[in-house]
Nanobody, 120 residues
Framework: QVQLVESGGGLVQPGGALTLSCAAS????????MGWYRQPPGKERELVAT???????NLADAVKGRFNISRDNAKNTVYLQMNSLKPEDTAVYYC??????????????WGQGTQVTVSS
């Protein structure tokens, strides 16, 4: 089995910054794309950013210019650097990864979520 563990969430004032981390562990042969999604209160889960194994990135329009996604393949970890945070960025942030596992092929895994609250 594979586990994704997020960290780095918390309370921050508008204009502040946070960095989220998500580490994958378990029976991993290789990780393809990794990404971050978020679910604001009372809304559907939405894409924030993705990064391929070749470091090609895609960011949602709402976060372009403010957020950056990166990964460390040696550590099976993906990061989300969030700058100039706004109250509308308040959400539970979820890590996602497409993992190739031994004998089971590629499977999609989610983290448990970490709360980010932007408020004064």
């Amino acid at each position: 089995q594979v586990q994704l563990v997020e960290s780095g969430g918390g309370l921050v004032q508008p204009g502040g910054a946070l960095t989220l981390s998500c580490a994958a562990s378990g029976r991993i042969f290789r990780i393809n794309a990794m990404g971050w999604y978020r679910q604001p209160p009372g809304k559907e889960r939405e894409l924030v950013a993705t990064i391929t194994s070749g470091d090609h990135t895609n960011l949602a329009d709402a976060v372009k210019g403010r957020f950056n996604i990166s990964r460390d393949n040696a550590k099976n970890t993906v990061y989300l650097q969030m700058n100039s945070l706004k109250p509308e960025d308040t959400a539970v942030y979820y890590c996602n990864a497409g993992v190739i596992t031994p004998f089971a092929g590629i499977q999609n895994f989610w983290g448990q979520g970490t709360q980010v609250t932007v408020s004064s």
